[in-house]
């Protein structure tokens, strides 16, 4: 039961400090004005992410596209690692390092906004998605851990969780994901 009790309280902690820092939290705001901006010049806003990143990518994407509070019309977002087919021959022909980069110099538009999630902020796929967001004129969002890694310096937005623990970074992501899905939904319906 102790156990439990401290993994709970680290999560805890982890959400106390997000709550106090309030770079952090400006740069939540941020964001959420950038997306709703994205949205409102008819473009569209990417995720990417590994393992479970991944899955929170593909759960935020969803958020928009699908709904969070509201009945409301779709708006354009999507995860880039959903279509297995593409991502496995990209993976076997080129390189696990280019599966996201490649298919932004396809599908990516100056205007659109990219969100990678890595909690190490190291991630190679990722950090290539980003100069390649970056060539093509569109904004990118970062949600990682503490230092922000290799992809802090290709940050327009970052969101670094004042965290070390894996497990505790995500949640927080997913916290700070889901308020920034709630917040752009109220501005862009409202």
């Known amino acids: 039961m102790d156990q439990i009790k401290n993994i709970v309280q680290s999560s805890i902690n982890?959400?106390?400090e997000v709550l106090e820092n309030e770079n952090l939290l400006k740069t939540v705001q941020d964001c959420i004005d950038i997306i709703v901006t994205a949205f409102k010049n008819g473009n569209k806003v990417l995720f990417c992410g590994n393992g479970g990143s991944a899955a929170d990518a593909q759960h935020l994407a969803a958020e928009f596209s699908g709904r969070?509070?509201?009945d409301r019309d779709a708006l354009p977002a999507e995860a880039l690692h959903c279509n297995t087919s593409y991502l496995t021959a990209v993976a076997n022909d080129y390189?696990?390092?280019v599966i996201y980069s490649r298919l932004?110099?396809?599908i990516g538009n100056k205007g659109d906004v990219l969100v990678g999630l890595s909690t190490s902020g190291n991630s190679k796929n990722i950090y290539n998605a980003f100069v390649t967001a970056r060539e093509k004129g569109m904004?990118?969002?970062a949600f990682t851990g503490a230092s922000g890694g290799t992809m802090k310096e290709l940050s327009d937005?970052?969101?670094n969780?004042?965290?070390n623990d894996t497990p505790r970074i995500q949640e927080s992501h997913i916290l700070l994901g889901h308020i920034i899905c709630q917040l752009v939904e109220?501005?862009?319906f409202g």
Do not use: R
Request: hydrophobic fraction near 35%.
């Open 139 to 141: 904004t990118t969002i």
């Open 14 to 16: 982890v959400k106390q």
């Open 157 to 159: 937005y970052l969101l």
């Open 95 to 97: 390189s696990y390092d």
């Open 186 to 188: 109220a501005e862009y």
């Open 68 to 70: 969070f509070y509201t």
């Open 104 to 106: 932004l110099k396809g």
């Open 161 to 163: 969780v004042p965290s």
